[in-house]
């Protein structure tokens, strides 16, 4: 798999989009898994894990949008100065 261009802002975004990179990754190795025929024993597991990274993709969507947002929130409190 290619190694993913990431544009790092800060450390926190670079996590995000790491974390995010390596799920995607994970996320098509095991579709291209299923697509290429397995045992059924072993499909239902694989459906499984898919699921799972699916889950984990939007856990961390959720994750770092509540974070972004306190960080956006908090600027905004900030004000300005007076001159």
């Keep these: 798999m290619g190694e993913a261009n990431i544009i790092v802002q800060s450390g926190v975004s670079w996590l ?15 579709l291209e898994a299923c697509g290429h025929g397995l045992p059924y024993h072993e499909y239902v597991g694989f459906v499984g894990r898919i ?14 949008k509540d974070f972004y947002q306190a960080e956006e929130d908090e600027d905004t409190d900030l004000g300005e ?3």
């Design 16 to 30: 995000h989009d790491t974390m995010r990179a390596k799920l995607k990754e994970r996320e098509q190795f095991l």
């Design 81 to 83: 100065l007076d001159g």
């Design 51 to 64: 699921r799972e990274c699916r889950r984990q993709i939007d856990e961390l969507a959720e994750t770092f």
